[in-house]
T-cell receptor
């Protein structure tokens, strides 16, 4: 079993749709949680951190459930420019961050 | 504000050869982590350097080694290259660890092809 698991998709949605991605992790000692976005053949870029209380950044909302070891990302009002691969990342205080294999999103006109 | 710079951007090597990849972290960052990303997969953690020492290591053989210099820049060395080492190698810089960790800034990567 992988340390961080994501539904690979692909998710194909129309513009304006709401889409949710899920991620589970196995290391209960994990302390840091992030979502990254990676465009084709580019480097990953930090999208947002994920906090236990949940956090929102514009159209993006991230949630963390420590008891279930589960992270989610919700994108509202999808734009064409949201098309990318979304990577779930879980880290420990020792400094190692583990990436999921990503979920691919395609937003269509 | 300079981001993370990696060199070279592309590299073709022959099986059995050795390669050195270089990374300069973002200004103000003191920690460098290296990741290997194969096509269709997420980045896999190779190791992390902080204060010129290897602090954490992933499941990579000893053929993979590294170094961090006093100016925080870092090198990744791979010996006895295998075809399976072909991948995008990403350098990620960050500031601090533990509670002070706020996520990585990645370089654009070095695409290594082993033939």
């Amino acid at each position: 079993r992988k340390e961080v698991e994501q539904d690979p998709g692909p998710f194909n949605v129309p513009e304006g749709a709401t889409v949710a991605f899920n991620c589970t992790y196995s290391n209960s000692a994990s302390q840091s949680f992030f979502w990254y976005r990676q465009d084709c053949r580019k480097e990953p870029k930090l999208l947002m951190s994920v906090y236990s209380s949940g956090n929102e950044d514009g159209r993006f909302t991230a949630q963390l459930n420590r008891a279930s070891q589960y992270i989610s990302l919700l994108i509202r009002d999808s734009k064409l420019s949201d098309s990318a691969t979304y990577l779930c990342v879980v880290g420990t205080n020792a400094g190692k961050s583990t990436f999921g294999d990503g979920t691919t999103l395609t937003v269509k006109p | 504000d300079a981001g993370v710079t990696q060199s070279p951007t592309h590299l073709i090597k022959t099986r059995g050869q050795q390669v050195t990849l270089r990374c300069s972290p973002k200004s103000g960052h003191d920690t460098v982590s290296w990741y290997q990303q194969a096509l269709g997969q997420g980045p896999q953690f190779i190791f992390q350097y902080y204060e010129e020492e290897e602090r954490q290591r992933g499941n990579f053989p000893d053929r993979f080694s590294g170094h961090q210099f006093p100016n925080y820049s870092s090198e990744l060395n791979v010996n006895a290259l295998l075809l399976g080492d072909s991948a995008l190698y990403l350098c990620a810089s960050s500031l601090g660890q533990g509670a002070r960790f706020y996520g990585y800034t990645f370089g654009s990567g070095t695409r290594l092809t082993v033939v």
